[in-house]
């Protein structure tokens, strides 16, 4: 699973307020946004066809629920990301991070920790 920019930002908001109607959607996607009312509805019904969102259209008014968790997106993301930047390379890329970024002593100590949590 792909998600664009804009997937992430409706599923973010769904995420946020789960079992939302457009309405509040709508109010919670403004601000960070500007979408209307149209522009919100469309990309709703675009990402149901895909699998991505659920709208129960039982109630009424119709409400909207994200069909993944943000957990499992995430880690799909992650693992996208990595495969195709990375060739699926866990280490490289944490090589990659670290060279370019700086972590505080404390980021270093528990990254240390999970690395040995980790050893079997």
């Not at 259209?57 to 799909?76: G, I, L, M």
């Not at 992650?78 to 970024?101: C, H, N, P, T, W």
């Amino acid at each position: 699973m792909k998600l664009s920019e804009r997937e992430w930002t409706v599923l973010t908001a769904l995420w946020e307020n789960e079992g939302a109607e457009l309405g509040a959607l709508v109010h919670a996607l403004y601000a960070q946004t500007g979408w209307n009312r149209n522009t919100v509805l469309t990309y709703l019904t675009r990402m149901e066809s895909k699998g991505l969102v659920r709208i129960d259209k039982a109630a009424s008014p119709h409400t909207y629920y994200a069909v993944f968790d943000r957990e499992s997106c995430r880690q799909k993301e992650r693992q996208s990301f990595l495969d195709r930047v990375y060739s699926g390379s866990a280490g490289d890329m944490i090589a990659a991070f670290l060279k370019e970024e700086p972590i505080s002593q404390e980021e270093r100590e528990r990254l240390r920790k999970i690395l040995d949590d980790m050893e079997v």
